[in-house]
């Protein structure tokens, strides 16, 4: 219970986020997809086979680089329990989709776009008289390629890898999606993109920085009695780069991770043998400092967040994909400088922590970590901190 409370009130950071942010221009820079095409699986024996998958989605574009789109799709694929046994999912996602282009060029002309694709939400399993029905909550990594073929429709192509609870669907941890679609554009206008308090120029608000500390092997959250005290602890270094895109979001690429164990041996009593890994991965992050206006002065912001990228350990050289999400608390320092504590929790395939936990717990094999580090922003910072207006500044006598 305490997990599904975890991803609805993510889930509902963001959807208030993005209500909060798109003001009175809601119908501006709206659009509405349908897609069709393959879904690929691994059933109980390890063999990929191919599936029927389709949806449907709303979006609108929230920033000049950054849209928000609720997606429906739909799949079929081989059961886990009953490799000849086909079944049906459906999935409610929350999706953001970042415009690379968009940030790097204030002039944004092109017919063929890519854009890299996260989200969260709830995937259900049909039931029938072989399997009951079955519903869990999901993350994704994807990508979306955009042709424009004018009169505000657009023909794209895109790939989804679905991340599922070890607890859902017998044990299936992947779901993979590859359709082709047509987007329709409502109400176009590029420069209603820009909000009121976002980044203008190309080379401000971005940001660099460096972190460590401890993180944790665990393998059923909230359950595991045997957690193996601190003889499972590892280091967690991390390095980040990104851009604050306006006063409520932020998009970061992050590479972390370094050490960590395999399952507590509960019989020897000794932790789990430990390896070396590294995560990288792309969050989306919300300011709730600035939640529905810009204020000013405010020397604390604290950013939860959501994410997925890759995943790999070094011992063995396996490599897979994973999901993250957390808080992150940034404290001014001056124009230039930030400190910050970030808690993270990694969410893992079995294959690369080693196994499961005796209670299969729904988010399976995870690695919590907090880090504490050092912000270096680059450019001008206008959408992070702004002097208050009647503010007394010390200005040196000549």
Same mark, same amino acid.
């Given at each position: 219970m305490k997990k599904i409370v975890i991803t609805l009130l993510l889930s509902c950071i963001a959807l208030t986020g993005i209500r909060a942010q798109i003001g009175t221009d809601f119908g501006v820079n709206m659009f509405v997809t349908l897609n069709g095409g393959l879904s690929y699986s691994r059933d109980v024996n390890s063999e990929f086979k191919p599936g029927f998958a389709g949806g449907i989605g709303v979006g609108k574009w929230i920033l000049t680089p950054l849209a928000g789109r609720v997606d429906l799709?739909?799949?079929?694929?081989?059961?886990?329990?009953? @490799?000849?046994?086909?079944?049906?999912?459906?999935?409610?996602?929350?999706?953001?989709?970042?415009?690379?282009?968009?940030t790097f060029s204030r002039v944004r002309n092109w017919d063929l776009n890519i854009y890299p694709v996260i989200g969260l939400g709830i995937i259900y399993r049909a039931g029938d008289g072989k399997l009951p029905t079955d519903r869990d909550v999901h993350s994704l990594l994807g990508v979306n390629a955009?042709?424009?073929?004018?009169?505000?429709?657009?023909?794209?192509?895109?790939?989804?890898?679905?991340?599922?609870?070890?607890?859902?669907?017998?044990?299936?941890?992947?779901?993979?999606?590859?359709?082709?679609?047509?987007?329709?554009?409502?109400?176009?206008? @590029?420069?209603?993109?820009?909000?009121?308090?976002?980044s203008r120029a190309v080379a401000d608000d971005w940001f660099l920085g460096f972190g460590i500390g401890p993180n944790y092997s665990l393998f059923d959250l909230f359950h595991n009695d045997h957690l193996g005290g601190l003889s499972m602890l590892g280091v967690a270094p991390e390095a980040m780069f990104g851009r604050n895109f306006s006063n409520f979001?932020?998009?970061?690429?992050?590479?972390?991770?370094?050490?960590?164990?395999?399952?507590?041996?509960?019989?020897?009593?000794?932790?789990?043998?430990?390896?070396?890994?590294?995560?990288?991965?792309?969050?989306?992050?919300?300011?709730?400092?600035?939640l529905f206006n810009f204020k000013r002065g405010v020397k604390w912001n604290f950013l939860p967040y959501l994410g997925a990228g890759a995943i790999w350990r070094y011992d063995n050289i396996l490599f897979d994909m994973a999901a993250d999400f957390g808080l992150m608390a940034r404290r001014y320092?001056?124009?230039?400088?930030d400190l910050f504590i970030d808690l993270k929790y990694l969410m893992v395939a079995p294959r690369i922590g080693g196994g499961t936990g005796p209670n299969n717990d729904i988010y399976g094999v995870g690695i919590p970590s907090l880090t504490?580090?050092?912000?270096?922003?680059?450019?001008?910072?206008?959408?992070?901190?702004?002097? @208050?207006?009647?503010?007394?500044?010390?200005? @040196?006598?000549?």
């Open positions: 799709d739909f799949m079929t694929g081989p059961s886990m329990r009953l @490799p000849e046994h086909t079944v049906s999912y459906a999935a409610a996602t929350m999706e953001f989709l970042w415009d690379p282009m968009a955009n042709y424009r073929l004018g009169m505000g429709w657009d023909a794209y192509f895109e790939y989804k890898c679905f991340f599922l609870p070890l607890s859902f669907d017998d044990g299936r941890t992947f779901l993979h999606t590859a359709v082709l679609g047509f987007n329709h554009r409502f109400t176009q206008s @590029p420069y209603s993109r820009r909000t009121q308090f976002e979001w932020t998009i970061r690429f992050q590479l972390t991770g370094l050490s960590a164990h395999q399952q507590f041996d509960t019989v020897r009593q000794q932790p789990g043998d430990a390896y070396s890994f590294t995560m990288l991965h792309a969050d989306v992050m919300m300011n709730l400092s600035h320092i001056n124009a230039k400088g504490f580090g050092y912000i270096y922003n680059f450019g001008s910072s206008s959408t992070r901190y702004r002097i @208050p207006a009647h503010a007394v500044i010390d200005c @040196p006598s000549y």
